[in-house]
C-alpha cells in the first residue's frame, strides 16, 4: 500500500490531551458507589505448609467487612488457573493451582488470605492483623538444580520439578557437528526480569446477586480472555460478565495471562455483595507480577574455517517459578528462532521447563525472541572471535538471502533483507570509522568495544493453524467491527487493547483511509468486552497491526462492498462502473454522478435500498493471517569499559529496522526507542535477585530494581528500511517489540568486545561494574 | 503501601520539638523532611507512636558564617545548600554533595539534619562531617561527628533529643566527591570526598562500612609526600565493607581506593 | 483522630480533616478528586506522583498531606488554565513524548518546576532535572525532546507563565 495522505503520515497521538491534563482513566481512578477495599495477606515464604490463619484480631478492627480464606472461595470459585497447552511435551507437569493456597505456599506472596474493609488505609492495617501459622519448606530456587532427583520438591505433592522436557529437532545434527572444523561453546544466562509497567495491577468488581451479572474493571491487555476464565471458574454465563480495561499504564506482556487477584477480587464481591477494589502496590508488583526472562542456556555452534555456519546445537533451561504461566511455554520460541537471520544445517534445541519457589515467569515483551536472539547474536560473535573474522562479514556470509525462507523447524519468514538493514546500520553507526577509533583506543589501553545485533522476530500471532492448539483451542486471530452511524461518524471496535501503543491513532488512520472519510470521523474504541466482536484477541507479540489492523482493513472493505451496492443504487448505475476515490463514489466517464460514502451511510438507514438489502451500513470481520510475520533489523553498539571500575558507557547506538509498510512513523519510532531501552536495562542493569539460599527476594523495591532513568540511557540513531510483507494487504509487520528483541545482543557483544584483550569472552547481564570488574580480576590472574 | 496509624504534632520551635517528643514517649519519632522516613513508614518497617512534624521549626533552617565555621541549621534543606551563596564560597564540597543528594524532588524536601540523625550507611554529609571534624549540635549538648555516628542508622541522640545545627570548618580550597553509582539518583555504592585544607588533604569515604570514614591512612600519605596514586592506595586499608546485591565488600574496597584517587586528581 | 489541613490546591482554598498518615497523594486524589496524580511506586523512587509545592516539584507520596498545610499545591489539572494546554503539554503532545501515559503528569510537573528556574537547560541539565522520574515506555528520547521544545517556545514568549 502506499503512502496515501493519512497513511505514513506522522499524525500526533488522538489519545495524548487526556493524558497530559490529569484526564487519563486508569484502573485506580475508577470509583463505585459503596465501595469496598481489598487487601491481600501473603506468604512470607518461598515455601511453607499453612498450619493455621488466626483472623480474630483483623475481623475486630471496627470498619473491616471480612477476612476471606481459601475455604470461603471455594464456594464461589472452581477450577484451576488456566495454563495453555502450547506444545505437546515428552513429560509434562504442570500443577494445580487455584487463585488463594490452602495447605502449602509455593512461592512468596502467594495469597493466603485477604482482608475487605470500608477502607483502603483500614484494610491494610487488617491485613497486617492476620496471624498465619507456617511450617517453612526448603524452598527450591535454583531451576539447573531443581533438575536434578535429590532436589527438594517445589510442591510437595509433585512427582519431580520437572513442567516439560522436549527437544526440537531441526535437520541432522550430529551430520552437521561431524562436518566441523570450529566449534565454540558458551552458558548464557538470561536473568529474571520484572517487567515494571509504571502503573502497577489493579481490579474493581461488581457482581449483582439480583440480575446475577459481574462487572470487572483491570488493567488488562486483554479483557475478552480475562472474561473467558473468570466467567468460568465463577460459573455465571460468559455473556453476564463485562471486563472493561481502561487506560492502561503499560503492560509489556505483564498484564496478558490471568492473575489471582483477577479472580479472588470478583468473588469477594460475589461473597459480600459490594463492589470490591484492589490496587496492588509496587512492591506486591515486584514480588507477584510475573518476571521475564529467567533462562540459562547452554549452547555450542559448528562452523567451517571459512566462517560457513553448520550447526547449533543448545539446552534452555527455564525458569518457571512455582507454576506454569497462562502462556509461560511460549517462551520456549526462544529455541525455534535461535537460528536468527541465518541459513543453519541443524539446529538442535532441547527445552526444560523446570518449576522453582518464585513467582511464575511469562512472556515479557519479545517473550523468547530476545532470549533466541541474544544466544544466536552472542554464538555467532564467540564463532567470529574464533575465526578472526570480522563479526559483520561472518553475518554476511551466513544471511538467509531467498524469501519466503524456511528455517530449520519450518517456520517461513515471510521477506527479508538482511544486508539492506545491516548496509545501512554501519553506515549510520560509522562502523569503519568507530573500528579505526577503536583501535586507536586501544593503542592507549583503553577498552572500546563494538557490538552488533542483526535480528529477526516471529510476530503478528498468529494463524490459527499454529496458534489455536497451542491456546487449547482459541485462535490468536482478531476481530473487528466498523458501523457507520447515520450522521456519517464511524464506531470502528477493535479486539486488540493498546495500553501505549497509541492505536486511537493509527487504527483511526487506517479506518479513515480505508474509507476515505476525515479522520475526526473515526472513533477507535477497545478494551470494553460489552460492546463490539464477539471476542477480542489482546494486544501482545506484536500483533494488532498485523492482525486487528487487517480485521479493520476486512470489515472497511465489506463495508465499500455493501455501499458501492447502494451507492449505485442510488446513481443508478451498474457497481462495477463506480469508482472509489476520496471517500466518494462516481460513476466512470461521469463525474457529476458522485455520492459520498457518508450520504451512502445515511441512505443505508432510508428506505430507498436494492432488493434485499437490510438497513445499515456495519460490518464485523475476523481476519486469520495466513502467516506470521518477521520483522528484522541491524543493530550497533560502541560502548567503553571503565578499566579500572568496570562501569559500561554506550558511546554510540544505532538501530535501523524494516516493519514492512508503517502507517503513523512517529508511533514506531516511539515504539523501538522504548523497546531499544529496555533491552539496555537488561544489558546493564535489571535484575530480579532471589537469595540462594532462602529463597527471598532481594530486589523487592525500585530501590534496588534498577530501571535506568533517562541518565543511563543513549539517544539512539534511528533509520528504517521497508520489505512489505506479502501475507497482508497492507504489508505491514509488527514494530512493539523489536527493539527489545535487538538490543541486549549488541550491547553485550560490544562489551565482550571491548573485554576481549583482556581474554574474556563472555559477559552475561546485566553487565554491572561489580560484575564486570570481577571478570577482570580473574582474567588477570 | 499504607503507614501505619501513629499521632502526630507539629513543633514550631526547638523547645516544643523536645517537649512533644519527651510527652509522646520512647516510641515517638521526629519528622523533618521525611523523604527517607516516609518510604520506611510505608513498608512499615517502621511504625513509631507519634511523629513530631519539625518542618515549622524556622529558625533552624539558615547557613551562618562565624569566623572560620560554617554553621548550618539542621532544618536546611539540601536545594537551599546546592544554591547558597555562603555554602559555595565557604564549603563548596557541601554543595557538590547537596547537588548529588537523590533527585530534585528529594532535595526540595529533605533537610540536612534528617541525614544526620537517619545515619544511614550510604549518607553524603556523614562523610563530609567525619574527615572535617564537624560538630553536632543538638538541643542540649555539642558531639563531634566521629562520636556522633555509632552504627547503621544509630547515632549519639537520645530518644528526645534534635539535631539543631551542624558547624563545619570552613574550607573553599580544592575539592572533590565522587559518589559511584548505577543511575545518577541512587545512593552511593561507594563514595569518595577530598577537600584540601590548609593543614593538608582531607579525605573520606561513603558506604563502605556502617558509618562513615575518615580514611587517615591517606591523609598521612599524602602528609609524608606519596603521590595521589600511592595514597590512595591505602584508602582501603581497614576497611570492612558491606557486601550487597549492589556491590561486593571486594569491590567496594577497590572502588575506595580508585575513587579515593580520581578525587585527588580531579580536585587538584 | 481528624487534624484540619488547610491548603490551596489549583487556586481553590480547601479546609478539610484528615487522619495523620494520610499521604499527600491520597488527599489529592481520594478527598479533592484530582486523580492525574498517580501512584507508581513505594519508596519515591518513580515520580509518577511529582506536584508543585510552592512552586518546587515534590513527590506526593512521599509526603504527608498534613506537611503541606498551609501551602499551594499546583497538580497537572492545574497547570494550565482550564481547557488550554501549557507549554510542556503541548510539546508532549507534538514530540511523542508520552506513550502510556501513566508517568507523564509526573515528568511534566518535575519538567515545569526545572523550566521555571532554568529556561535554557542542555540534555545534561534536562538528565538532572527529570532524574527523579522514571518511564518505562518511550527511552526517554522524546521526553527529552519535549522539554527542550517546551523551554523553547516559552522563551519565545508564546507561553502561559508557570503554573502554581
Not at chain 2, 511523629?51 to 536546611?76: K, S
Request: glycine residues 10%; negative net charge.
Amino acid at each position: 500500500m502506499a503512502v496515501t495522505q493519512l497513511i505514513g503520515a506522522r499524525v500526533q497521538r488522538r489519545e495524548d490531551p487526556r493524558l497530559i491534563t490529569g484526564h487519563g482513566r486508569f484502573i485506580e481512578d475508577h470509583t463505585l458507589p459503596g465501595l469496598t477495599h481489598l487487601a491481600v495477606v501473603r506468604s512470607p515464604h518461598p515455601h511453607a505448609l499453612i498450619l493455621g490463619i488466626d483472623t480474630t484480631a483483623a475481623r475486630a478492627l471496627p470498619g473491616v467487612l471480612a477476612v476471606l480464606t481459601a475455604a470461603d472461595f471455594h464456594k464461589v470459585l472452581s477450577g484451576s488457573m488456566p495454563v495453555t497447552p502450547a506444545f505437546a511435551p515428552e513429560k509434562k507437569y504442570v500443577p494445580e493451582r487455584f487463585p488463594i493456597a490452602e495447605r502449602e505456599v509455593c512461592f512468596q506472596g502467594e495469597p493466603v488470605a485477604v482482608v475487605v474493609a470500608n477502607d483502603r488505609y483500614l484494610a491494610a492495617d487488617a491485613a497486617d492483623l492476620v496471624h498465619v501459622t507456617y511450617e517453612p519448606l526448603p524452598a527450591v530456587v535454583d531451576p539447573e538444580g531443581a533438575m536434578s532427583p535429590g532436589s527438594p520438591l517445589v510442591h510437595t505433592d509433585g512427582p519431580d520439578n520437572i513442567g516439560w522436557d522436549m527437544t526440537y529437532a531441526g535437520g541432522d545434527i550430529d551430520a552437521a557437528f561431524s562436518r566441523a572444523e570450529v566449534v565454540v561453546k558458551e552458558r548464557i544466562i538470561q536473568q529474571r526480569l520484572a517487567p515494571t509497567a509504571m502503573e502497577t495491577r489493579g481490579v474493581m468488581a461488581s457482581y449483582s446477586p439480583y440480575s446475577e451479572d459481574l462487572s470487572l474493571w483491570l488493567s488488562s491487555q486483554n479483557p475478552h480472555f480475562i472474561r473467558l476464565f473468570v466467567s468460568g471458574a465463577m460459573g455465571i454465563p460468559e455473556s453476564r460478565v463485562r471486563v472493561v480495561s481502561p487506560d492502561v499504564g503499560g503492560g509489556f506482556g505483564s498484564k496478558i495471562s490471568p492473575y489471582p487477584e483477577d479472580y479472588l477480587v470478583p468473588a469477594a464481591s460475589k461473597l459480600l455483595g459490594r463492589p470490591v477494589r484492589w490496587i496492588e502496590t509496587r512492591t506486591e508488583s515486584v514480588m507477584t507480577t510475573i518476571h521475564g526472562r529467567g533462562q540459562v542456556f547452554t549452547a555450542e555452534a559448528a562452523a567451517l574455517r571459512d566462517g560457513t555456519l553448520l550447526g547449533l546445537r543448545l539446552t534452555q533451561v527455564l525458569d518457571l517459578g512455582a507454576y506454569h504461566g497462562t502462556f509461560g511455554a511460549f517462551q520456549a520460541c526462544a529455541c525455534l528462532m535461535s537460528g536468527g537471520v541465518y541459513r543453519w544445517e541443524a539446529i538442535s534445541a532441547r527445552t526444560v521447563g523446570v518449576l522453582t519457589n518464585k513467582v511464575p515467569t511469562d512472556p515479557y515483551r519479545g517473550a523468547g525472541r530476545p532470549e533466541g536472539t541474544h544466544l544466536c547474536e552472542r554464538m555467532v560473535d564467540r564463532m567470529a572471535d574464533e575465526l578472526g573474522m570480522d563479526p559483520a562479514e561472518l553475518r554476511r556470509k551466513n544471511f538467509a538471502r531467498e524469501f519466503p525462507f524456511v528455517n530449520n523447524f519450518g517456520l517461513t519468514y515471510d521477506s527479508g533483507n538482511y544486508d539492506g538493514t545491516l548496509d545501512r546500520a554501519l553506515e549510520l553507526s560509522d562502523y569503519q570509522g568507530w573500528r579505526q577509533r577503536q583501535a586507536a583506543a586501544r593503542e592507549e589501553g583503553k577498552l572500546v568495544g563494538i557490538g552488533l545485533s542483526t535480528w529477526v522476530e516471529i510476530c503478528g500471532f498468529g494463524p490459527s493453524a499454529a496458534t489455536a492448539g497451542a491456546t487449547g483451542g482459541i485462535a490468536l486471530v482478531e476481530s473487528a467491527q466498523i458501523r457507520f452511524l447515520p450522521s456519517g461518524s464511524v464506531a470502528a471496535y477493535v479486539g486488540t487493547h493498546a495500553h501505549g501503543q497509541g492505536h486511537d491513532t493509527t487504527f483511526s488512520q487506517l479506518v479513515a483511509e480505508t474509507l476515505g472519510v476525515p479522520l475526526e470521523a473515526v472513533d477507535l474504541r477497545h478494551g470494553d468486552t460489552a460492546e463490539g466482536p464477539a471476542f477480542g484477541y489482546g494486544t501482545y507479540g506484536s500483533r494488532s497491526l498485523s492482525v486487528g489492523g487487517m480485521a479493520l482493513y476486512t470489515a472497511s472493505q465489506e463495508i465499500l462492498a455493501k455501499a458501492r451496492k447502494l451507492a449505485a443504487h442510488l446513481l443508478e448505475a451498474s457497481p462495477d462502473d463506480l469508482e472509489f476515490t476520496a471517500g466518494a463514489f462516481t460513476v466512470r466517464g461521469n463525474p457529476q454522478a458522485k455520492k459520498t460514502i457518508q450520504e451512502v451511510a445515511l441512505a443505508s438507514y432510508g428506505g430507498n435500498l436494492p432488493a434485499g438489502m437490510e438497513q445499515g451500513l456495519e460490518a464485523v470481520s475476523h481476519f486469520d493471517p495466513p502467516n506470521f510475520v518477521w520483522p528484522f533489523g541491524a543493530h550497533v553498539c560502541v560502548v567503553e569499559v571503565d578499566r579500572e571500575t568496570g562501569a559500561v558507557e554506550i558511546l554510540s547506538y544505532t538501530g535501523v529496522d524494516d516493519c514492512g509498510n508503517v502507517i503513523n512513523p512517529m508511533i514506531v519510532e516511539g515504539q523501538v526507542q522504548g523497546g531499544i531501552a529496555q533491552s539496555i536495562a537488561q544489558a546493564l542493569f535489571e535484575e530480579v535477585v532471589y537469595d540462594g539460599a532462602s529463597g527471598q527476594l532481594v530486589t523487592g523495591t525500585m530501590l534496588d530494581y534498577l530501571v535506568p532513568t533517562m541518565n543511563e540511557l543513549p539517544t539512539p540513531k534511528l533509520d528504517r528500511t521497508v520489505t512489505p510483507s506479502p501475507t497482508n494487504a497492507l504489508g505491514v509487520k509488527g514494530i512493539g517489540e523489536a527493539g527489545t528483541i535487538a538490543a541486549s545482543a549488541a550491547v553485550i557483544n560490544a562489551v565482550c568486545e571491548a573485554l576481549r584483550p583482556l581474554g574474556i569472552h563472555h559477559v552475561d547481564m546485566p553487565a554491572s561494574p561489580d560484575r564486570l570488574w570481577r571478570l577482570m580480576q580473574e582474567a588477570g590472574r | 503501601m499504607i503507614p501505619a496509624a501513629f499521632q502526630y504534632s507539629k513543633a514550631g520551635s526547638v523547645r516544643e520539638a523536645v517537649a512533644q517528643l519527651r510527652e509522646a514517649g520512647p516510641e515517638a519519632k521526629v519528622i523533618a523532611g521525611g523523604q527517607s522516613l516516609i518510604p520506611l513508614l510505608r513498608l512499615r518497617l517502621s511504625q513509631p507512636s507519634h511523629l513530631v512534624d519539625v518542618n515549622g521549626v524556622r529558625e533552624l533552617d539558615y547557613v551562618h558564617p562565624e569566623g572560620d565555621l560554617l554553621r548550618v541549621g539542621a532544618m536546611t534543606r539540601h536545594s537551599t545548600l546546592v544554591r547558597s551563596e555562603l555554602v559555595q564560597r565557604h564549603l563548596p564540597l557541601l554543595a557538590e554533595m547537596a547537588a548529588q543528594v537523590g533527585d530534585p524532588q528529594i532535595r526540595a524536601r529533605g533537610t540536612l539534619g534528617g541525614v544526620f540523625a537517619h545515619a544511614d550507611a550510604a549518607g553524603d554529609y556523614p562523610t563530609l562531617a567525619v574527615m572535617l571534624d564537624a560538630t553536632i549540635v543538638t538541643d542540649r549538648r555539642r558531639v563531634a561527628a566521629r562520636d556522633f555516628f555509632q552504627h547503621l542508622f544509630t547515632t549519639a541522640l537520645a530518644e528526645d533529643e534534635l539535631v539543631c545545627e551542624v558547624v563545619f570548618p570552613m574550607a573553599p580550597g580544592p575539592h572533590r566527591y565522587i559518589k559511584f553509582r548505577r543511575r545518577l539518583y541512587d545512593w552511593a555504592i561507594v563514595g569518595a570526598a577530598v577537600q584540601k585544607m590548609d593543614s593538608g588533604w582531607r579525605v573520606g569515604l561513603t558506604h563502605v562500612g556502617p558509618t562513615a570514614v575518615r580514611a587517615a591512612a591517606v591523609e598521612s600519605r599524602l602528609q609524608a609526600g606519596a603521590t595521589f596514586p600511592e595514597a590512595a592506595g591505602a584508602a582501603a586499608d581497614g576497611l570492612e565493607p558491606p557486601s550487597d546485591v549492589r556491590a561486593s565488600a571486594d569491590y567496594r574496597r577497590h572502588l575506595a581506593q580508585v575513587l579515593t584517587r580520581r578525587a585527588l586528581e580531579q580536585a587538584a | 483522630m481528624g487534624q484540619t489541613l488547610r491548603v490551596t490546591v489549583n487556586g481553590e482554598g480547601r479546609s478539610d480533616e484528615v487522619e495523620p498518615r494520610l499521604l499527600l497523594v491520597h488527599y489529592l486524589r481520594e478527598t479533592c478528586g484530582l486523580t492525574g496524580t498517580h501512584v507508581g511506586c513505594d519508596t519515591s523512587q518513580c515520580g509518577a506522583c511529582t506536584v508543585l509545592l510552592d512552586g518546587a516539584a515534590v513527590k506526593s507520596c512521599n509526603m504527608l498531606a498534613l506537611q503541606a498545610d498551609g501551602a499551594e499545591i499546583t497538580t497537572i489539572e492545574g497547570l494550565a488554565p482550564e481547557g488550554g494546554l501549557h507549554p510542556l503539554q503541548t510539546a508532549f503532545w507534538e514530540n511523542h513524548g508520552l506513550q502510556c501515559g501513566y508517568c507523564t503528569p509526573g515528568f511534566i510537573m518535575a519538567a515545569a518546576a526545572l523550566l521555571a528556574e532554568n529556561h535554557d537547560p542542555s540534555d545534561e541539565e534536562i538528565g538532572r532535572g527529570l532524574e527523579g522520574n522514571l518511564c518505562r515506555c518511550t527511552g526517554y528520547v522524546n521526553i527529552r525532546k519535549a522539554v527542550k521544545a517546551a523551554a523553547q517556545a516559552m522563551r519565545e514568549g508564546a507561553a502561559a507563565p508557570i503554573g502554581g
